[in-house]
């Protein structure tokens, strides 16, 4: 008898619980029914629309990853969650309730009023969709709204180029209203935390970037041509790009390159084949590291610290070949000075003057000399003044 009656008690109290569920449940959807009445709520109309107020929206924009920076089209690509907050007094139901938050479902957010933030700076962009739109709108009892929608966006970025691959660069994100004047609808950054760059790290880094300053966040108005002033927000992303790649892939190779194209001083004059090869092969491999750079960057009118490094590689490259070039002359006059002076032997007419006169082979040496400690000191200096200039900007 007494299991009985614990038994009834239980099914009881599940009785009231699922009750109690079920009148929250009907309770919350009278509250949105009530508050979207297409009667009294019109989501076409900004919030402060009849007081002829500007309706402040707090922007937040949580970067989730930066996927590329591309310096050829000058754009970037990013992975982010886009959150506006903003006051709605017709959606306060604090007289109605006292649930703090109605969570919409997105069937129903086209009949919430939103504001019409869009980027300045795009080139394309997505909402994802998978498995359903990411989206959230929240509404408080005070008539707090919270829009949230998930994002990737590729966006224009102006790059100064004149350091590469020393350079630092600033990519903004220009957030704007498009049809809303800046009577109607104000956006403004988050207090706190505007802009948050998801990473386990201090700074965020890329595989070629990394940020060496906190993020700025600017607030600006810009007027349309028929002179319409809008309200719009600017987040700078500041970015200094990793030399580790490029001391790898192409100031470590070009200084070998340079380096390899004076083993031809230490080889013997006569040989012809070998400090020829020598120098082509280098002249050449230079020329092909230099065209690879530049398929990596647009076609800019001016001078660049990697065409700066690469040209002076060249020039030491195409030096070293011409010394071996004079050097050859001087071995060619040698010789047919030797073959003249063998003939003129047989021939018993040679003085004791024409002997002093086979001095070419020792000009050839003498020159091969000097290139061993002319070029390497050269080429030294060269790096001192270059790493100062383009570090020390």
Do not use: M
């Given at each position: 008898m007494e299991a009985m009656k614990k038994e009834f008690i239980s099914i009881w109290i599940i009785f009231l619980l699922v009750n109690l569920v079920c009148s929250q449940q009907m309770k919350r959807r009278d509250i949105l029914n009530t508050l979207l009445n297409t009667t009294e709520y019109d989501p076409r109309i900004s919030p402060d629309f009849e007081r002829n107020e500007a309706t402040g929206v707090n922007v937040q924009l949580s970067v989730i990853s930066i996927d590329s920076i591309n310096e050829i089209s000058m754009d970037f690509?990013?992975?982010?969650?886009?959150?506006?907050?903003?006051?709605?007094?017709?959606?306060?139901?604090?007289?109605?309730?006292?649930?703090?938050?109605?969570?919409?479902d997105q069937r129903r957010m086209g009949d919430v009023w939103l504001p019409d933030t869009f980027f300045r700076n795009e080139k394309?962009?997505?909402?994802?969709?998978?498995?359903?739109?990411?989206?959230?709108?929240?509404?408080?009892?005070?008539?707090?709204?919270?829009?949230?929608?998930?994002?990737?966006?590729t966006l224009s970025c102006t790059m100064d180029l004149r350091f590469y691959p020393m350079d630092d660069q600033i990519c903004s994100i220009l957030a704007e209203s498009y049809g809303y004047s800046i009577e109607n609808v104000h956006l403004m950054w988050e207090p706190k935390n505007a802009v948050i760059i998801q990473s386990t790290d201090d700074e965020y880094t890329l595989p070629q970037f990394y940020q060496h300053k906190p993020v700025e966040t600017i607030k600006y108005s810009i007027v349309n041509p028929s002179n319409v002033e809008f309200s719009g927000l600017e987040a700078k992303l500041h970015l200094r790009r990793n030399l580790g790649y490029y001391m790898s892939q192409v100031f470590i190779p070009s200084i070998l390159i340079v380096t390899l194209s004076w083993i031809s001083f230490w080889i013997h004059v006569d040989a012809v084949p070998a400090r020829v090869s020598l120098g082509v092969i280098c002249v050449l491999t230079m020329t092909t590291q230099s065209a690879g750079v530049r398929n990596y960057l647009p076609r800019v009118s001016y001078i660049k610290a990697i065409d700066v490094w690469m040209a002076f590689g060249l020039v030491f490259v195409f030096a070293a070949l011409l010394e071996y070039a004079y050097v050859n002359i001087q071995t060619r006059k040698h010789h047919k000075q030797v073959k003249k002076r063998e003939k003129k032997e047989k021939k018993g007419d040679i003085s004791g003057k024409e002997n002093d006169q086979d001095y070419f082979m020792e000009r050839a040496r003498r020159v091969d000399r000097v290139s061993r400690i002319v070029f390497p000191v050269s080429y030294t200096l060269f790096n001192i003044v270059f790493w100062s200039a383009y570090l020390s900007k």
């Open positions: 690509t990013l992975n982010a969650i886009l959150r506006q907050t903003w006051i709605d007094p017709r959606l306060n139901f604090s007289h109605l309730s006292n649930i703090s938050l109605l969570e919409l394309s962009g997505t909402l994802h969709a998978i498995t359903v739109p990411n989206k959230l709108l929240h509404i408080h009892n005070d008539g707090r709204v919270r829009y949230s929608i998930r994002i990737s966006l």
